[in-house]
């Protein structure tokens, strides 16, 4: 069974998606971190990291190229890191800007999310944007996730300052939205 | 003016060292340090460790970059009597701060000492401009010691663990420059 949704399937990195991984970390609006700049990163680079990544049973990330099922186009990244199986998990996601508006995001993000709370058995997933994207807390939002805290005035983007905000969804608050799926993780 | 930036009247702060290990490895120990320790995420927040784990955490805190591991040292007696840490490796502007005294020397000022020492450093030597901690939502004592030098709560990490049945939440706190300056009376 693939990771698929109505308008994406999630599917590995390959070589070839490399190109287009690196225009999204240097467009400044698709990527939300300063911690990230400067915007000069080269295919190479990407090459280097997706050819230090080995076969392991053990891995706490996940990285995915989201490709539109109409065009087989790769419109965006979606990933998650720091797992702690069974536990927790955080995520992130970048939509080239061609795809902003066109669902494209929501629905990749229901993918990932219905893997994760159904496949990896997490209890709580995070993410983290902050107050200057709007976008981003609008839809995590829409997904079900509340902000849950902030570190005031930590992210200078574009001049100005904003906060880091952090957003989580509880097991629960995901299977309440999604009254189709029975919770069967044991009860703590 | 006093020249040395991490010495009070009664501590001072200096670099661990391996002989370090026997005393670190006593108070982590603590029943009442349990879920407090404020060691890498890499070693149990409450299982009971042995001193080879307690000397990779100093190795740990010995080669990290951007960030400190200072042994809190009592002027009266030579001991180390907790540490504090911090760590500006995502930004420098928004260092992350925390703090352990052993159980033996809490209650009795020490970790006032500290932070005044660690925040004066990083507002009057760094660029930092917002200080950040955190605890969880049980312990209290933590909570009142933040606000008590005013930090605010932020917000919760929901569910950041499990303890005695319960879970627990992660508490978020941060002060500003501009309001420690204002503490400060600048």
Known sequence: ?188 | MNENRFSSERLCLRAFEPDDVTVLHAYLNHPSLTGRRYIPWSHSNDIPLSLTQVETILEKWGKGEKQFHLAVVSSGNDKVIGHANCDWGWDPHCPHISLVIAPDYQRQGYGSEVFNLILRYLYENTHAHNVAGGMNDWNQTARAFAQKHGFKETGKMRRAGLRNGEFYDWIGVDILRPEWQALEGA
């Open chain 1, 1 to 188: 069974m693939a990771l698929e949704g109505t308008n994406v399937i999630l599917r590995e990195q390959r070589p070839e998606d490399l190109q287009l991984l690196a225009d999204l970390r240097n467009d400044l609006d698709t990527q939300a971190w300063s911690k990230t700049l400067p915007p000069d990163y080269t295919q190479r680079m990407f090459l280097t990291q997706f050819e230090q990544r080995e076969f392991s049973y053990d891995r706490d990330d996940g990285r995915f190229i989201i490709e539109s099922k109409d065009a087989g186009e790769m419109v965006g990244y979606i990933s998650y890191t720091g797992l702690e199986m069974r536990w927790d998990v955080t995520i992130g996601i970048m939509i080239a800007k061609d795809f902003w508006g066109s669902g494209l995001a929501i629905d990749a993000l229901q993918v990932l999310l219905l893997f994760l709370f159904e496949e990896m058995g997490v209890r709580v997933v995070r993410l983290w944007t902050h107050t200057g994207n709007a976008r981003a807390i609008g839809s995590a939002e829409k997904l079900g996730f509340k902000v849950s805290y902030r570190q005031r005035e930590s992210i200078f983007k574009a001049g100005k300052r904003y906060d880091n905000v952090n957003m989580d969804m509880l097991r629960e608050e995901y299977y309440t939205l999604h009254p189709d799926l029975e919770d069967n993780l044991p009860p703590l």
